[in-house]
């Protein structure tokens, strides 16, 4: 199944719902399969991981269902407020999370940016290194160190490309990490 096609039978299926709620949902739905795509499965695979279109619509559908169900009869019952979060639990995970964050993840995570920038500045200077080969070439030389010169030019220029490209690659995935990592504090801070 593709992606417009799963999209399509979600969003008929889903046409009980609002015209919000069902567009939210077909968005989350959207940006599963472009996730998916950027990291290398076709549409079939995702479709085929997210599941059937009729049971991803029938729980948003008793979901639904069960919000819109009329009000209890009991004026008393219907007076008391009904909270989606508990303040003190989630003023509790905010310092819990605060304090562990600081300990065990935040050493570790300046460390690998500092890694991650060693990284680009190895780069960088392979990069820049058949130019100061090349600098060198304007003094006479012998024929073994003009080729040993163009040869060493040639291969830290070619491991500097390597490791600039491979080194972009890590950052996206250092950048998706610690925003899935904030993701989850926040969901943990919800209590969700």
Do not use: C
Request: hydrophobic share 50%.
């Amino acid at each position: 199944m593709t992606r417009r096609e799963f999209i399509r039978e979600l969003d008929q299926l889903l046409s009980e719902l609002p015209d919000k709620e069902r567009l939210d949902i077909l968005a989350d739905y959207t940006e599963h399969f472009l996730t998916g795509i950027q990291e290398g499965k076709n549409e079939e695979e995702i479709a085929a991981e997210l599941g059937s279109p009729v049971h991803i619509a029938s729980k948003y559908l008793s979901a639904y269902q069960q919000v819109k169900r009329p009000p209890l009869e009991n004026p008393i019952v219907q007076q008391i407020p009904v909270q989606t979060a508990n303040p003190t639990r989630a003023f509790l995970v905010t310092v819990a999370l605060i304090f562990f964050n600081l300990i065990f993840v935040l050493g570790p995570y300046f460390g690998l940016v500092g890694i991650l920038m060693g990284i680009y500045a190895g780069a960088l200077s392979l990069l820049l290194s058949p130019v100061i080969l090349f600098a060198s070439l304007a003094a006479p030389v012998t024929e073994e160190v003009w080729g040993f010169t163009i040869f060493g030019s040639l291969a830290a220029g070619g491991l500097g490309i390597l490791l600039a490209i491979g080194s972009f690659y890590v950052t996206k995935w250092f950048f998706r990490a610690t925003v899935a990592y904030l993701k989850l504090n926040m969901k943990l801070i919800r209590g969700e």
